[in-house]
């Protein structure tokens, strides 16, 4: 049946390049995503970085510094919309 919500568990590794850019690879399908993705917001408590690509849609990444609550969000081009959630390490 269609909009059934899939659950599943996926690691990735998230760096920063000289605090402007932040790369996300994705251990799943062995790749960085692309483009990186620039940081807008960064404080004591929060980093938020987003990256616009032509050909697949929005990204979003949000990074409790405090506690390592980690959101990342992709808004596909086709409409679809897809939530990472967890902790980073």
Do not use: R
Request: proline share 1%; hydrophobic share 30%.
């Amino acid at each position: 049946m269609d909009n059934q919500w899939e659950e599943k568990y996926v690691k990735f590794t998230i760096s920063s390049l000289g605090n402007k850019k932040i790369k996300v690879y994705d251990h799943e399908i062995e790749s960085y995503y692309t483009p990186e993705m620039t940081i807008v917001f960064t404080d004591q408590k929060m980093i938020n970085a987003v990256s616009i690509s032509d050909y697949s849609g929005l990204e979003g990444l949000s990074i409790n510094k405090k506690n390592g609550y980690t959101q990342l969000i992709f808004l596909h081009s086709n409409g679809g919309t897809t939530v990472h959630f967890g902790f980073c390490k």
